[in-house]
């Protein structure tokens, strides 16, 4: 019903910035929430940031705190990640998400996902 594109990723040197694009088409009215998760080589998928589509709320994950800002256009059913002073840790598959379940949480809950865009940060 929802269907998600990522854009955005690539390669970038430590300290550099990247910014993630993800738009929603399809049933997008019923949207509550959009975020961004990563998952690295051999480890598990792990929440980055969110935010809900009602409001200004906003959460993030610690270890990206001041160095990254989600931000959303409810009228292009959009959601951006600007990253800002990456570092070779931040290298993984980033996805975008959305949530459109009355319940749940916006750190786990969703239920479309798009495909992905790797992110590369060299040292």
């Known amino acids: 019903q929802v269907q998600l594109v990522e854009s955005g990723g690539g390669l970038v040197q430590a300290g550099g910035s990247l910014r993630l694009s993800c738009a929603a088409s399809?049933?997008?009215?019923?949207?509550?929430?959009m975020g961004w998760f990563r998952q690295a080589p051999g480890k598990e998928r792990e929440f980055v940031a969110a935010n809900r589509w009602s409001d200004t709320y906003t959460r993030y994950t610690d270890s990206v705190k001041g160095r990254f800002t989600i931000s959303r256009d409810n009228a292009k059913n959009t959601v951006s990640l600007q990253m800002n002073s990456l570092k070779p840790e931040d290298t993984a598959v980033y996805y975008c998400a959305v949530k459109v379940g009355e319940f749940g949480s916006i750190l786990y809950d969703y239920d479309y996902w798009g495909q992905g865009t790797q992110v590369t940060v060299s040292s």
């Open positions: 399809g049933r997008t009215s019923n949207i509550r929430a």
